[in-house]
């Protein structure tokens, strides 16, 4: 019996961003600002935007992790990045879904969060 640590076929784990919107860039601005309470690191960087989806009519869906379950935050986080995406112009509504598959593991933080908190 072979164990493979391959994904089953299909969807990715992660779905993909719509980076060619443009709002995009905006939108990953606006996810900059919103800060792990317990890390010094802003959300994006630390690797728990897993994906921004931008419909045509500009409604945005944000799914997104947290550094664990337990996290004092877990209700709270969706409404601060809802709150920071909102007031951009063109955004209609926006949509944060919280996931824990793939749970988030330090791979997935940027290297600039790797440096400011020591890890390189």
């Given at each position: 019996?072979t164990?493979?640590?391959?994904?089953?076929?299909?969807?990715?784990?992660?779905?993909?961003s719509?980076?060619?919107?443009p709002?995009?860039?905006?939108?990953?601005?606006?996810?900059?600002t919103?800060?792990?309470?317990e890390?010094?690191?802003?959300?994006?960087?630390?690797g728990l935007?897993?994906?921004?989806?931008?419909s045509?009519?500009?409604?945005?869906?944000?799914?997104m992790?947290?550094?664990?379950?337990?996290?004092?935050?877990?209700?709270?986080?969706p409404?601060w990045?809802?709150?920071a995406?909102?007031?951009?112009?063109?955004?209609?509504?926006?949509?944060?879904e919280?996931t824990?598959?793939p749970?988030w593991g330090?791979?997935?933080m940027s290297?600039?969060?790797r440096?400011?908190l020591?890890?390189?």
């Amino acid at each position: 019996m072979t164990h493979s640590t391959e994904p089953l076929e299909g969807a990715p784990l992660i779905a993909p961003s719509t980076v060619n919107h443009p709002l995009y860039e905006p939108v990953v601005d606006a996810c900059r600002t919103v800060f792990d309470p317990e890390i010094p690191v802003n959300i994006y960087d630390l690797g728990l935007i897993y994906t921004v989806d931008i419909s045509d009519a500009n409604e945005v869906k944000v799914i997104m992790t947290l550094t664990a379950p337990g996290c004092p935050v877990a209700g709270d986080m969706p409404g601060w990045i809802a709150e920071a995406i909102e007031p951009l112009a063109g955004v209609k509504q926006v949509d944060v879904e919280l996931t824990w598959e793939p749970p988030w593991g330090m791979e997935m933080m940027s290297d600039e969060a790797r440096l400011e908190l020591g890890f390189m």
